[in-house]
């Protein structure tokens, strides 16, 4: 690799580290990891410190409709569209310390840097928070940044319920971040996103960057099965109207499903939902979510419909109505040309190691992508655990990524 110019910037990898470290406290899980679910106190605590940093850092704050969270940097040229350079603080259930909140911080970690070196960018730099990225208590996933580019209404976004029947904008409301900010997503100029990236192909190779070319094109839909109460004993068989019997025939057949496609195909049912979940008792009701992957847009499209294919086959055969309440899609997207150049580019002149690289999870940037220039970077996380409490990763490792990154925006910032 060629060696480092002497004009590049580099961040400070302490403070991150340390910023990243406040953020593991705020939400824990079970033992190593994080729960800070999109709208919960934990949600609203970390919110909140991550204002208290933009703040520090010299940026106006402003907060959307659906809780997206901007910290922008003013450049010397307000009239310009501004860059923006996100990802998402909500976690799983049971997730890493990491997924998302690499990508926050090291948004502010660019703003800080330049604030060090006394650097002025023409455009302004904002840093984004944006809402319910993993969508664990609401679903879709990513939707504050599918609200931000017009793909949700903002009112069907807020009338969105978790299991408990809690309204997303209630929720919004409630935690103080329900806010009035009339952004133009339209205005533009380009959104970076870093990401761990949740596969071993980093890690594995020794590789410091992944240069995000693109997505696997991926389906999702929620299952609705309805059933009827009878007595697990005296019931007889053909009378029965068995709502689990209806989800499990989905959950085994759409398991095969990404088996028939292998090694690229991924099909999941991550979530089942039963009522009344009790001894003795027929299901009376159940949901259950699809989820079906692959790196080819045609091929993810024929897996889905084939997923689909088989609720008549499990109505019929556990004696049930089946429909679907909600479908979504994402990730059918090529990153922009000039930017992945960009990031390339940047890597070579900071003697980087990299290489381009597909995601097969879901990102905010997909939904950017469809109203402004967007690009990704991935960093490696150790034998690509990821949505797991043991999810890792090393400052030694990760730190080139984010010096990527903030060579990028810069030079971005004063194109």
């Known amino acids: 690799m060629p060696s480092k110019k002497s004009n590049t910037l580099e961040i400070n990898m302490d403070r991150l580290w340390e910023t990243l470290m406040v953020s593991a406290s705020i939400g824990p899980g079970k033992t190593v990891g994080l729960s800070r679910l999109t709208l919960s106190d934990d949600d609203k605590e970390m919110r909140d410190q991550f204002i208290r940093w933009s703040q520090d850092a010299r940026c106006t704050v402003t907060t959307d409709p659906v809780g997206n969270i901007f910290a922008r940097r003013e450049g010397t040229d307000p009239t310009l569209a501004p860059i923006l350079v996100g990802s998402h603080l909500d976690t799983q259930i049971a997730g890493g310390k990491y997924d998302g909140i690499l990508g926050v911080l090291s948004g502010l970690e660019v ?69 009035t900010a009339d952004r133009k997503n339209k205005e533009i100029d380009a959104y970076f996103e870093l990401h761990i990236e949740q596969g071993s192909i980093l890690d594995a190779e020794g590789i410091h960057v992944g240069v995000v070319t693109g997505g696997f094109t991926s389906f999702g839909a929620q299952v609705v099965i309805k059933g009827e109460h009878a ?148 960093t490696p996380c150790k034998d690509g655990i990821t949505h797991n409490e043991n999810e890792h990763i090393e400052p030694g490792y990760t730190m080139p990524g984010v010096n990527v990154l903030l060579n990028a925006v810069l030079q971005r910032a004063n194109a």
Not at 234 to 249: H, I, N, S
Request: some cysteine; charged content about 20%; aromatic content about 6%.
């Open 111 to 179: 703003i800080r840097t330049l604030n060090d070196h006394g650097i002025e960018t023409r455009r302004s730099i904002e840093a984004v928070c944006w809402t319910n990225e993993e969508g664990v208590r609401f679903q879709p996933p990513m939707m504050g940044a599918g609200a931000f580019a017009g793909i949700h209404p903002i009112d069907w976004v807020l009338a969105q319920t978790d299991k408990n029947g809690a309204l997303f904008g209630e929720e919004l409301q409630r935690i103080g971040y329900a806010g």
């Open 231 to 378: 007595h697990s004993g005296p019931t007889p068989m053909k009378k029965r109207k068995d709502a689990l019997v209806g989800a499990a025939v989905i959950i085994a057949k759409v398991n095969e499903i990404g088996w028939d496609y292998e090694p690229d195909g991924r099909t999941t049912c991550a979530r089942i939902d039963v009522s009344p979940n009790e001894y003795g008792i027929i299901a009376d009701h159940a949901e259950v979510t699809i989820d079906v992957r692959h790196p080819n847009a045609a091929k993810a499209a024929e897996m889905y419909q084939k997923a689909l294919g088989l609720i008549p086959i499990a109505a019929k055969q556990a004696n049930v109505d089946i429909e679907v309440l909600k479908e979504w899609s994402f990730g059918d997207v090529a990153f922009d040309p000039e930017l992945i150049h960009l990031i390339r580019s940047t890597a070579v002149d900071l003697g980087i190691s990299h290489q381009d690289i597909l995601s097969a999870a879901g990102h905010d940037a997909y939904h950017l992508a469809t109203i402004a220039p967007t690009a990704m970077i991935f």
